[in-house]
């Protein structure tokens, strides 16, 4: 399917939104009636089937909208983990689904920043895009000093959508929300959708991009982590040129069946890089998709896609660390000291009646901070919420600060890779600095 048969007239997208929401409030009304008739072994059932429906709808609606509304739906299933879980795989299933741009946009779009078409700016370029996200696609080309570079250009429309497709999704989810009780109040749903667009807004801009890249290549020295060069003669802000570095991405990689050591190898790296960012640098490469890091043959990690990074507050690592506890005292203080739950929330509260719906999530993300070696191949998959001990926890939530949401999203992004990775480390860099 072509760029030109996206929606981008507004009405149609209005349009499209309107009938979802209306859709998932017809959905509810029959969810409901159903529900009065089913036993009550049959509500956890009957409620996980409705949701699933609900995020099937979602999704359908965000694959026509595609464009930013689909790239701030797939930031929405990571950064608001208190969504259903089916819901939230729903959500999930949107990565990676992208529509090519053509060589007609990729001439305009090189016309409009160099008033040049890409076959005068480089000595070759590949109009067929080797790699694609959901805000531009890569290409290769070789500059006239025989450079190879790898080109992001940006989809068409991206800045101007942002806005107007963070209110669409605004109200798909106001509709989700008013269809489950399990949810945080409205008002940190608003939250973390202003955080989301705020993070657009600066991923779309590619001279931002570049500074960021420049950046990490100046201050993220570690043995065995390369980060591309930019060349700003190429760049704009629609367009970002890079060094091109060879590597596998983790599938490709992971199918040539690498040794138990080898795997250590790369997975150590992953490991000492996220925690040299959180207790040194207190900077994060905050987009945790495999597809952001390259594995090289000459044993080094090539880190790629600096769009998304996060300025931590000098003390936030302190008081993250202490999350990596059994003693629900510290557990307690931590979450009050990063603005999780409110200063008014007693400790024999917190114990009774919210630690208990937590306490699995808890245990699991806080595991490998624990030991001093850690050996992922064991590690079980994030265990999913019982809703029905969600209700109280969801009501303690205060607010969520843009350092945890960024922090959660990179960590939870980097314990997914190294489960799927089944590496055994040394862990002991997680809590260094606390």
């Known amino acids: 399917m072509s760029h030109k048969n996206i929606p981008t007239e507004k009405y149609k997208r209005t349009a499209i939104t309107a009938i979802t929401t209306a859709r998932i409030g017809l959905k509810h ?15 956890k059932q009957k409620n996980q089937q409705h949701e699933e429906e609900i995020g099937k709808i979602a999704i359908s609606a965000l694959m026509q909208l595609r464009g930013t509304a689909l790239k701030i739906a797939q930031m929405m299933s990571m950064e608001l983990d208190m969504l259903p879980e089916s819901i ?18 990729i001439r305009k779009v090189y016309l409009a920043e160099f008033n040049n078409g890409p076959e005068n700016v480089f000595e070759r370029f590949e109009p067929d895009a080797f790699a694609a996200a959901s805000l531009g696609q890569v290409h290769k080309a070789v500059s006239s000093d025989h450079d190879l570079l790898a080109v992001k250009i940006q989809y068409p429309g991206i800045a ?17 929300s008013l269809s489950t009780s399990y949810l945080p109040r409205w008002e940190i749903i608003e939250h973390v959708l202003e955080c989301v667009q705020k993070q657009l807004e600066k991923e779309i801009d590619y001279v931002q991009e570049a500074e960021n890249t420049r950046w990490f ?45 080898t795997r250590n190898h790369y997975g150590q790296l992953l490991f000492d890089t996220f925690c040299y960012q959180l207790h040194e640098l207190k900077v994060l490469h905050a987009d945790p998709h495999p597809g952001n890091f390259l594995i090289c043959d000459d044993g080094s990690i090539a880190l790629i896609d600096f769009g998304c990074i996060q300025r931590l507050s000098p003390d936030y690592s302190t008081a993250v660390t202490r999350l990596f506890s059994r003693d629900q005292q510290q557990i307690h203080q931590a979450y009050q000291g990063l603005g ?67 922090f ?27």
Request: hydrophobic fraction near 40%; glycine fraction near 4%; include cysteine.
């Open 29 to 43: 009304v029959a969810h409901l009636g159903r529900k009065t008739l089913s036993s009550t072994k049959n509500i």
């Open 217 to 261: 290549s100046e201050n993220l020295k570690l043995p065995n982590i390369r980060i591309p060069k930019t060349y700003p003669q190429f760049s704009s802000k629609k367009v970002l040129a890079t060094e091109y570095i060879s590597g596998k991405h983790l599938d490709q990689w992971l199918a040539e069946k690498p040794d138990q050591a």
């Open 88 to 105: 939230r795989a729903e959500l999930g299933k949107a990565c990676n689904r992208v529509t090519p741009l053509n060589r007609a946009h």
């Open 160 to 176: 101007a959508s942002i806005k107007s497709d963070v209110q669409l999704v605004r109200g798909i989810m106001k509709s989700i």
């Open 408 to 434: 959660d999203r990179s960590y939870f992004g980097l314990l997914s890779i190294l489960r799927k990775m089944q590496v055994k480390i040394d862990t002991r860099m997680l809590g260094m600095r606390n």
């Open 340 to 406: 999780i739950i409110s200063n008014q929330l007693s400790f024999n509260k917190f114990t009774n009646d919210i630690f208990p719906a937590i306490e699995p999530v808890h245990t699991w993300m806080s595991a490998p901070g624990i030991e001093k070696v850690f050996n992922f191949a064991e590690f079980p998959p994030m265990p999913q919420k019982k809703l029905s001990s969600m209700k109280e926890s969801i009501k303690a939530v205060n607010s969520i600060q843009q350092d945890q949401v960024y």
